[in-house]
């Protein structure tokens, strides 16, 4: 069995560099947008899906597309849709914009830094790959393809989701809703507003990654 992780929009593989769980691959945003974990997912009989910010949406993508092949989901400040619309605590275009704004000023470092002593998880990208990530965050909303999945019972796999309870680009109500679509779903709510979760509690994305994998410590 496999284990994908689907990186976050404008995001660096040092996301990952705590986190001590296999990982067969990594998928950058950029490779995301051009299919690349879809066209692994053809290859492969069945993975674990790791997926964080943007990657969690193209995780939930891939548990959409190939739901017979995913044998869990571990779902990292992972929304179906990122911007706010009626009756949906998603984020404003004034907000995005300054999400932009923010990663370019810090010179990769994010719109809220890093964390004292921990890797940088973002970087810096050109123009045309960060527009493209930017309208990917704008457009995508997954939520009614993801209550037809959870209504045909296609997607039986345990799911994993972690949030920060502050965070301010990805809203904790997002969790509840994940989480209300799957059978065998847990919900772990971070204290603070830390949006890179990988590099604030590696050992429990650690711990589910494992458990889905079947991994005993």
Known sequence: MKTFVLNGWASSEHAWDLCRFRRDRIFSYVEQLDGE??????????????????GGSGALRLAIGFPEKVKGLVLVATTPRMM???????????????LEYGLKATKGQGMFGVPEGKPNPYM????????????YLHETDLREALRALSASGRLDCPVRIFQSE?????????????ASLFRDSRVTM???????????IPSAIDSAVEELLGISR
């Not at 619309?85 to 300054?98: P, V």
């Not at 810096?124 to 309208?135: P, T, V």
């Open 166 to 178: 502050h965070d301010g680009i990805v809203r904790p109500d997002n969790a509840r809703f994940l």
């Open 37 to 54: 974990p879809e066209k692994a997912m053809r290859d492969v009989d069945e993975a674990v899906l790791v997926g964080w910010s943007m």
């Open 84 to 98: 706010k619309d009626d009756g949906w605590a998603g984020m404003t275009e004034r907000r995005l914009a300054a």
């Open 124 to 135: 810096m990208d050109d123009e045309a790959n960060l527009k493209r990530g930017l309208e």
């Open 190 to 200: 971070v204290p603070g507003s830390e949006h890179a979760l990988s590099i604030v």
